[in-house]
């Protein structure tokens, strides 16, 4: 084949060549012409393609608009600053998100302050309990007009109208559902250091307490979806909003230590996916993607140390 296409291409065709490669056209005709026919129109495509990039060299010189050149330097920017914006928008998302956390952790210990000074007296032993309490820790009297909590955990102006629903909420909180006082461990399994109260002891109390939280995920996902819309602004709220909703009453009660290689994986995993929320549309599906990868991480972490009763107080680390 490759005699045939040098016979073809040189044109000095000697008369024993030429017979001879009469002899080949007879056995081979049909794949020389194609041979032929692929070597003229790589010259010819070779040749529109130079003249093509003449006539795009010309209108770059008379580029009037110079959109040609703000492309190219547009892509000059990007090659240089692209990778490394990638790296720092999530590094300003954590930074300002852990300012706000910062100041809401210093509203929380204000708040805690105002708390105890807001403490009353029991009607039956005279203790002084939390005004969120449903009883007192010392003769378990039931507090009459419990003070309810807020979205943060905060004493509200209002009194509790559920009072089963508020024991959830102070275990939300990582408080005891009984005297309001702070559960001190990293553990599902512990008991109330002021009243004695042995927390998810009752099982019904802990699947009602998951189910609570199953309960927000379509709402939370939806919230997180319209604030992740907005780039950076919008992610710090939607960050702030899935942590309280779905993943800490579960995290607060999980060991610090149990499953870093998970946790590292999941941030790793986190710091990636928002290091292109600016991208319109996508954006939107970045915090939903983090708020359910986390909840579905911290609650099976709690449900394993629901189970694992065994292990009981002495697995706190
Ligand atoms: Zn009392
Ligand atoms: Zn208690």
């Known amino acids: 084949m490759s005699a045939l296409t040098f016979v073809g291409t040189s044109g000095a065709i000697e008369p024993a060549l030429a017979s001879q490669a009469q002899n080949l056209l007879d056995t081979e005709g049909v794949s020389v012409i194609p041979a032929l026919a692929i070597g003229a129109i790589t010259f010819w495509a070779a040749g529109l393609n130079r003249r093509s990039k003449e006539n795009l060299y010309q209108s770059d010189e008379d580029d009037d608009l110079g959109v040609q050149k703000l492309l190219y330097y547009a892509e000059d920017v990007w090659a240089f600053f692209g990778p ?12 300002l998100t852990g300012i706000v956390l910062l100041l809401l952790y210093w509203f929380k210990r204000r708040a805690e302050a105002k708390e105890e000074k807001a403490k009353i007296a029991c009607t039956n032993c005279h203790e002084l309990i939390y005004s969120t309490a449903l009883a007192c820790q010392s003769c378990n009297q039931s507090n009459q007009n419990p003070s309810a909590i807020d979205f943060f955990g905060q ?9 089963d629903e508020h024991a959830y909420k102070l275990v939300e909180k990582k408080r005891c559902p009984v005297c309001a006082n702070r559960f001190q461990e990293h553990h599902v399994h512990q008991s109330c250091g002021t009243c004695g109260h042995e927390l998810m002891q009752d099982d019904r109390f802990a699947t009602r307490y998951i189910g609570r939280i199953d309960r927000r995920v379509l709402k939370v996902l939806v919230i997180t979806f319209l604030f992740s819309l907005i780039p950076i602004i919008g992610l710090i709220p939607a960050i702030i909003y899935y942590r309280i909703q779905l993943v800490a009453p579960f995290r607060l009660y999980i060991p610090r230590m149990r499953n870093m290689g998970l946790r590292w994986g999941l941030r790793i995993f986190h710091f990636a996916l928002i290091a292109f929320q600016w991208a319109p549309g996508f954006g939107g599906f970045v915090a939903p993607i983090m708020a359910f990868t986390s909840y579905r991480m911290y609650r099976n972490s709690f449900k394993r140390q629901l189970f694992s009763k065994s292990m009981d107080i002495a697995g706190h680390d």
Do not use: N, Q, S
Not at 155 to 163: L, Q, S, T
């Open 84 to 95: 490394l914006v990638l790296l720092l928008y999530p590094v300003l998302v954590l930074v």
């Open 155 to 163: 004493i509200k102006a209002k009194p509790v109208r559920d009072r």
